[in-house]
């Protein structure tokens, strides 16, 4: 290994995937191949530019366009290097999960509302939801092997494949098509030809894991915050892996939430037409993003949405996130989620008051609350659910490592972390879950938690 930059493990390619790491001015000399086991370890040296910047990565050999990596400098990369191809796909995947997602939305807002399915507890799951949950099915096992690859989602494939859904399957599968004849845009390789029915519905009820304390499983919420999401606001795409009870990385899509801060001024609705009607310069404002973080790295990421931004300098494309310096309460804004369904708005805003918050609340919908705080938008999100509500683990795992990373606090209402070894739900959740941007922030909420609790009819 002496005198290479790096190395990383790829299982067999199955089917039509062949993945190939770090292409260079030399392919015949970086290709220098050794066995391991079922795979290939792929050797390769970077060019000059791209070793300098230690940022080149990809999965397609005839990749297009200029691609994004990670972004991690080279210490942490090498400390980081047994999941560095997994975290490199799980962002590739999340950006073609979003530009899903941003094509749905856009023809499905104010309309298409036969496009809108209900789930058990009424809530709304759509073509997008089963869509990016088949597309990330489907590229996670094409890179890494069925045999290697368990994931738990939200959505499962009953409701979709009823007879009298005809109509919205073959939209899914559409869907997903479009989606996977833009892979090589992200650096990725599609299929040789269109899924059918069947390899789309096989996709989606794959995501069949129970999770669980041992072995390594991926989550993923593939619309969180599906009613933002019909409502033309925030929502998020969530991927994460857990290895043996502890969220290894995190990645969180963001497509209406803005690389640029001050957009966050102006009311979605408004920010659409305005674009419609004068449309910025590619790259001036970025309207979605993607965070990511690996554990134990002490960092976290941004870059911007390809689909929004086109081509561009890859190198310089991710910058690093951090959260918040604010520990005076007065200055500090908290996160609460805008339906009231499961939480307790009333509680939240008299533990806020409390302890000296004096602004507004942001109320958004989904882990973009994660987001907020972790790039320093708002200082502290608190989520007391209602009796009877458990937590589903991928309405967590990735924005919970990601501010983390980031250098926030999230804990439950004990000062507990949160457990994700225990099967699908949060397991031993001390009555809710508390982020903030600092510990002493985060200390102050915990007091006034236990100050009032018993009298919070929660």
């Not at 949160?418 to 739900?425: A, E, V």
Request: net charge negative; hydrophobic share 40%; with cysteine.
């Amino acid at each position: 290994m002496a005198g290479l930059s790096h190395a990383i493990y790829l299982p067999r390619a199955r089917g039509n995937f062949q993945p190939c790491i770090f292409p260079t001015c030399d392919r015949a000399r970086s290709r220098s191949r050794s066995r391991l086991g079922g795979g290939f370890l792929f050797r390769s040296s970077f060019a000059a530019g791209a070793a300098a910047s230690g940022r080149l990565l990809s999965l397609s050999e005839d990749d297009p366009s200029p691609v994004l990596s990670v972004g991690f400098p080279r210490s942490v990369r090498m400390e980081a290097e047994m999941y560095s191809k997994e975290l490199d796909v799980a962002v590739r995947v999340v950006q073609m999960a979003c530009s899903l997602c941003q094509r749905v939305q856009s023809e499905l807002v104010g309309r298409k509302q036969d496009e809108i399915e209900s789930k058990d507890d009424d809530s709304p799951v759509t073509v997008a939801d089963w869509g990016v949950q088949a597309t990330v099915s489907w590229v996670l096992l094409q890179c890494f092997g069925i045999e290697n690859v368990s994931i738990a989602a939200e959505e499962d494939v009953q409701t979709l494949s009823t007879k009298d859904n005809t109509a919205l399957i073959e939209s899914v599968v559409n869907t997903v098509n479009v989606c996977l004849a833009e892979a090589p845009t992200f650096g990725l390789e599609g299929p040789e030809k269109a899924l059918g029915i069947e390899e789309v519905l096989e996709a989606i009820s794959r995501c069949n894991s129970n999770g669980g304390p041992k072995g390594r499983f991926w989550v993923l919420d593939p619309v969180d915050g599906t009613l933002g999401f019909v409502r033309g606001d925030q929502y998020a795409v969530a991927l994460a892996l857990i290895e043996d009870g502890e969220v290894i990385l995190g990645v969180l899509g963001c497509p209406n939430y803005p690389m640029n801060k001050a957009w966050l001024n102006y009311h979605q609705r408004y920010y659409r037409l305005m674009s419609k009607l004068s449309p910025p310069t590619s790259g001036s404002w970025n309207k979605g993003c993607v965070m990511y973080a690996q554990k134990g790295s002490g960092e976290a990421w941004m870059q911007p949405l390809i689909h929004d931004y086109g081509k561009f300098d890859w190198q310089n494309c991710a910058r690093k996130i951090q959260v918040s310096s604010v520990s005076d309460p007065s200055f500090a804004t908290f996160c609460e989620p805008v339906e009231r369904t499961n939480s307790s708005h009333s509680f939240t805003a008299g533990l806020a008051h409390s302890v000296g918050v004096r602004k507004q609340p942001l109320r958004v919908y989904s882990m973009v609350k994660y987001a907020a705080i972790a790039r320093g938008d708002a200082e502290i999100f608190m989520k007391f659910a209602r009796a009877g509500y458990k937590e589903k683990i991928w309405d967590h795992a990735a924005g919970v490592v990601i501010i983390q990373e980031a250098g926030g606090v999230v804990t439950d209402a004990g000062g507990r972390p949160l457990d994700f070894s225990r099967g699908i739900h949060l397991g031993g959740l001390d009555r809710g879950i508390i982020a903030c941007s600092g510990a002493l922030l985060h200390e102050k909420i915990i007091e006034a938690v236990d100050a009032s609790w018993d009298s919070s009819n929660l």
